[in-house]
């Protein structure tokens, strides 16, 4: 891809990006949705090869950040960079090239409803490369043994429990052997065992693979066990950043507060509205 | 009064809007179109699931369309003693007219809705999303296929509408009501025009309506809220402009062929 980067080190700039620790560098990003501010001049360092965690309350964008890193969402302000490049200045082509390098897993799972578990993880393959059946097949049932359904591959997703559409749709977000992987809510919605599955198979993939993990997540305690550095995300800034152990003792209320599982603090239990009193007195129109 | 001309300002804001764009959209497909040369089976995939699959329906309402114009057509011909022009009344009428809008109102119903609301659940269900994020344009892999499915398939099944209309007409007129084998031909041979009324009617009218269907139905689709309520007025949206849009092209097109 890059011969003269390789080849010909340019000493001018040592902190050649492509080498660089940090994978993804997100920089004074803003972001509105109508009104309302989700991001307001946050920054971020994703490093290379790691588990990074983004955790926070429900509503506080933590999917939003997983779309602009993914660019499929433009920021109002600020930069997205991820392995050197900034994603919303690329041109559609490039951005689709270098989305091959990533991979997502939905909350939903959003597997392809029409199509079988093999066809599903098969569908990144028959789409980009051109390798002969019997690869392919090899290629899949590896993928599908990664997350342990190699035996579940003719089902349909409709067919699934929560946990194993989740674990399918892993399978698929790998099959193109990405540089990344983002966990959007990985462990929402999923019963102890799947949890303790899904818990392992990221921490697996990140060991044995390299492969970078982006997880938001509202789990505390699932996501300290394996993340390596924690962001905390609230009120459209980052109010604290650290390992699950320098969180844990950390002084901010609102961290602490989040960590805690405290239903009131910082983050106030009440959506923002008129007082109690006055709302209760006033006659309906 | 001024709230009354404030609503109406909005709605005309909307539909503008909303025409805007669903042009911009248009111009996305157009340009997606060229990479379908290399995936010709997603085409051929998407004409069974439009086109083979509205048969059923296509030759059920053919069938009775043509026979009610062979008993009505009769009835009043026969007046006047001019039965034997019943072959040219069946066949002209349909071929000009009741077939490209008929077959091109009940395509809008069945696969027109269908479009919209697989294009809609995929969106809902995030696999538009997961798509994009494969490095898969959503645009080139499920809507481009499917819009030029339905401008092919528009054509074929308006053409097989009139076939089967004209037989309707043939087992009403021929066989129930005793006009001559013969003439009934032999006057749809004579006066029936390959320029005017085949090609203007079924060919030009056809593919006029299949395009203004699949833009709306996939645009509907790709736009929908992505709820199950926004997908449900999605379809109903499909449906509805559709059929207007459908009644009204074809007004405009009879006007500039047959004046």
């Known amino acids: 891809m890059r011969p003269h980067a390789t080849l010909k080190p340019d000493l001018a700039t040592p902190s050649d990006p492509t080498h660089s620790e940090t994978l993804v560098r997100i920089r004074d990003l803003h972001f509105r949705r109508g009104q309302r501010a989700i991001f307001d001049g946050i920054d971020l360092d994703i490093p290379r090869g790691r588990i990074t965690a983004i955790l926070g309350p429900s509503g506080t964008g933590k999917t939003t950040l997983l779309r602009l890193i993914g660019a499929q969402l433009a920021p109002a302000a600020g930069t997205v960079e991820v392995d050197g490049r900034d994603l919303h200045r690329l041109s559609l082509v490039e951005l689709y090239a270098h989305r091959k390098r990533m991979g997502m897993l939905f909350q939903s799972g959003a597997l392809l409803t029409d199509l079988t578990l093999f066809e599903n993880v098969a569908f990144p393959l028959r789409e980009h490369t051109r390798l002969p059946a019997s690869m392919l097949r090899s290629l899949v049932l590896m993928k599908l043994e990664m997350v342990g359904l190699r035996g579940a591959r003719d089902l349909y997703p409709r067919e699934l429990s929560g946990g194993m559409a989740r674990r399918a749709a892993l399978a698929r977000a790998i099959a193109l052997d990405p540089m990344m992987i983002l966990y959007d809510e990985p462990f929402s919605g999923q019963d102890p065992i799947s949890m303790g599955i899904l818990v392992r198979l990221i921490k697996q993939l990140n060991d044995a693979l390299g492969i970078t993990s982006v997880l938001v997540s509202h789990d505390v305690a699932e996501t300290c066990t394996i993340a390596d550095y924690i962001y905390v995300l609230s009120g459209a800034k980052i109010v604290g950043a650290g390992t699950p152990e320098e969180l844990r003792a950390a002084d901010s209320p609102t961290v602490r507060q989040f960590m805690g599982g405290l239903p009131d603090g910082p983050v106030p239990f009440h959506f923002p509205g008129k007082a109690y009193l006055d709302d209760l007195l006033e006659l309906p129109a | ?259």
């Open chain 2, 1 to 259: 009064m001024i709230a009354m001309l404030a609503s109406l300002g909005h709605r005309s804001l909307d539909f503008f809007k909303r025409l805007g764009r669903g042009s911009l959209f248009l111009l996305r497909v157009l340009a997606s179109l060229p990479s379908l040369a290399r995936r010709p089976g997603l085409v051929v995939k998407q004409i069974w699931a439009t086109g083979v699959l509205s048969l059923v329906i296509i030759v059920i309402s053919g069938a009775f369309v043509g026979m009610v114009l062979g008993l009505q057509g009769y009835n009043t011909l026969v007046t006047f003693g001019a039965e034997e022009s019943l072959g040219l009344v069946v066949a002209t009428s349909l071929l000009r007219e009741l077939g490209p809008v008929v077959a091109a109102l009940l395509f809008a119903g069945r696969a027109g809705t269908a479009l919209t609301a697989e294009i809609g659940f995929m969106k809902a269900t995030e696999q538009l999303s997961a798509m994009e994020m494969m490095a898969v344009d959503p645009m080139r892999r499920i809507v481009a296929p499917r819009f030029v499915a339905a401008i092919i398939a528009m054509p074929l099944l308006a053409a097989i509408f009139t076939a089967v209309g004209v037989l309707g007409g043939y087992f009403c007129g021929v066989g129930l009501l005793g006009v001559d084998d013969g003439s009934f031909w032999s006057q749809m041979q004579a006066k029936v025009l390959l320029i005017d009324d085949v090609v203007n009617g079924v060919v030009i009218k056809g593919l006029v309506f299949g395009a203004v269907i699949s833009w709306i139905a996939v645009f509907e689709g790709y736009d929908a809220i992505p709820t199950s309520e926004g997908v449900s007025s999605a379809t109903t949206r499909t449906v509805v402009h559709s059929s207007l849009a459908v009644l009204g092209l074809d007004f405009v097109l009879t006007g500039l062929m047959f004046n």
